[in-house]
Nanobody
Framework: QVQLVESGGGLVQAGGSLRLSCAAS????????MGWFRQAPGKEREFVTGISWSSGSAYYGDSVKGRFIISRDNAKNTVYLQMNGLKPEDTAVYYC????????????????WGQGTQVTVSS
């Protein structure tokens, strides 16, 4: 069982930056592949990025490539999402998620979810 708590959301102007954090409970955090998803009003939940438990490899959705960076600190049971060059279309609730196994881009593959944190980018 893993419990996830996101933090770091807020209101930022276009072009600005935010760093989201996701703190996980449990002693086996390093065994979990971690993902970030987002959901805007009226839209489906979208894969943003994820980082593999085994290789540490990261993958990004096309809309955030070159702007967002995912990282993890297994000693702190925390995964981070550094968001740079934010755009109004990045406005959404951002969710952290975890799964045992390799990285997948669909939310159905993830067993554990945080409560979400709101990111709002003004133009």
């Amino acid at each position: 069982q893993v419990q996830l708590v996101e933090s770091g959301g807020g209101l930022v102007q276009a072009g600005g930056s935010l760093r989201l954090s996701c703190a996980a409970s449990g002693r086996t955090f390093s065994s979990y592949t971690m993902g970030w998803f987002r959901q805007a009003p009226g839209k489906e939940r979208e894969f943003v990025t994820g980082i593999s438990w085994s290789s540490g490899s990261a993958y990004y959705g096309d809309s955030v490539k070159g702007r967002f960076i995912i990282s993890r600190d297994n000693a702190k049971n925390t995964v981070y999402l550094q968001m740079n060059g934010l755009k109004p279309e990045d406005t959404a609730v951002y969710y952290c998620a975890a799964r045992l196994g390799e990285l997948r881009g669909h939310p159905n593959y993830y067993n554990y979810w945080g409560q979400g944190t709101q990111v709002t980018v003004s133009s």
